[in-house]
């Protein structure tokens, strides 16, 4: 398991609801928390990890001996959306890019958690701009897509940076070709969602 970066065409796949939860998943489920401590993340979605599943998970300590704070999102769904609020951004899969996003400031949530319960949310603060950065990781949606013009115009040379990166990869044949990242979606999709 590994992050993808921006612009891999799975960080656009509008993923599907996950059928069940079981232990293969939960594994999943532990690896992306592994992986997001090791790159100093808040918050991974599966589409982050080359997964088509409606699946993400957050710790806004970002520090993995804060157990307490692992909280895990399969299938949500957001109910309510309150006010308005700015703040900094960043993303594993853009590596080195900030910038100040607007969001609802208050949110209820909804979703199933790692033992596959239902759970319900109230949430502000840092805890509703995360899960709203990822619960837009699952339509495809990029903090990056909610930035003013003027403010992408500042980080478009780090995106061109980016994109030359990756299609320079899949040139070399170290990332795969559009073919074989939509047939591998398809397929992990036909198993589990
Ligand atoms: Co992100």
Known sequence: MRIIRY???????????LRRVDAELQKMIR???DLMYEEDGIGLAANQVDLPYRLFIINVKGDPAAK???MVFINPTITQ???????REGCLSLPDIFAPVRRPEKVVISAYDARGQEVNYQMDGMYARAVQHEYDHLDGILF????????????KESLLELEQEFCGGQ???????????AARLAELEGARA
């Open 171 to 181: 040139r070399r044949g170290l990332i795969p070709n559009e073919q074989e990242i």
């Open 31 to 33: 690896q992306m928390f």
């Open 7 to 17: 612009p891999h065409t799975t960080l656009r796949h509008k993923s599907k609801e």
């Open 68 to 70: 307490e704070e692992e």
């Open 144 to 155: 990056i897509d909610r930035l003013t013009p003027a403010n992408l115009l500042s980080v």
């Open 81 to 87: 959306q309150k006010g308005m609020a700015e703040d």
